[in-house]
Every structure is written in structure tokens, then in C-alpha cells.
């Protein structure tokens, strides 16, 4: 599956974004989906995860109640509703497909499939 993530920007500390994940190829519906973050200087952190029918979700404890994510199966695309942002939220943000036979996970070896990432900028 590919992937192609977009609705990063500049955002003042607060404020909220909307990011997208547009995949193609193989049914969307089979694949449990994710959104991973990378700041500068910092290691590939997970955001959030959600099942392959939408079900079941994960958040990382930073984000939980402040960040939403979602998945329109007919559409094809997974998103993240991002409402409150702080200035540590600034990161490349990166969409993510599961391997065969994952039904939700944190970890990143689980996701075969990523996106080019998206910048995120929460201006303080």
C-alpha cells in the first residue's frame, strides 16, 4: 500500500490541524493504521493507532484528549484530528500501514508502510 500523508503547517500553541493519509493499492480495510512523530535531534515516537474497522484505538500519553484519530475505510484514509497543540508537538508527522496479520500495535517494526511525513509547527 502507499501512502501519502498532507494537512501539516504552521500553528500557533492552541490551535488545531487536521492531518490526512491518503492510501492506494491493496484494501485499506485490511491494514490496522498508525501515525507516528519524529522532532529534530529526537527518535521516531508513536502518536496514535487505531484497528482495521476503526474499532479500537491507541494514544501515547502525551496526546491522549487532545489528539483524535479516525479512518474512513470508503475513502481510503486515515485521520488525525489534532486539537490543543503545544510547541512540543512540532515534529514530522508520519501516517503508517500494518504488516499482514497486525490488528493494532505501537510498535513501530509492526508497520510495513509509511507515508513521507508532513510537517507539523506549533508556534508558541
Known amino acids: 500500500v502507499q501512502l501519502q500523508a498532507s494537512g501539516g503547517g504552521l500553528v500557533q500553541a492552541g490551535g488545531s490541524l487536521t492531518l490526512s493519509c491518503a492510501a492506494s493499492?491493496?484494501?485499506?480495510?485490511?491494514?490496522?493504521m498508525s501515525w507516528f512523530r519524529q522532532a529534530p535531534g529526537k527518535e521516531r515516537e508513536f502518536v496514535t493507532a487505531?484497528?482495521?474497522?476503526?474499532?479500537?484505538?491507541y494514544y501515547a500519553d502525551s496526546v491522549k484528549g487532545r489528539f483524535t484519530i479516525s479512518r474512513d475505510n470508503a475513502k481510503n484514509t486515515v485521520y488525525l484530528q489534532m486539537n490543543s497543540l503545544k510547541p512540543e508537538d512540532t515534529a514530522v508527522y508520519f501516517c503508517a500501514a500494518g504488516r499482514g496479520g497486525v490488528l493494532i500495535s505501537r510498535n513501530p517494526s509492526d508497520f510495513s508502510s509509511w507515508g513521507q511525513g508532513t510537517q507539523v509547527t506549533v508556534s508558541s
Open positions: 487505531i484497528s482495521r474497522g476503526g474499532g479500537t484505538t
Open positions: 493499492g491493496r484494501t485499506f480495510s485490511g491494514y490496522a
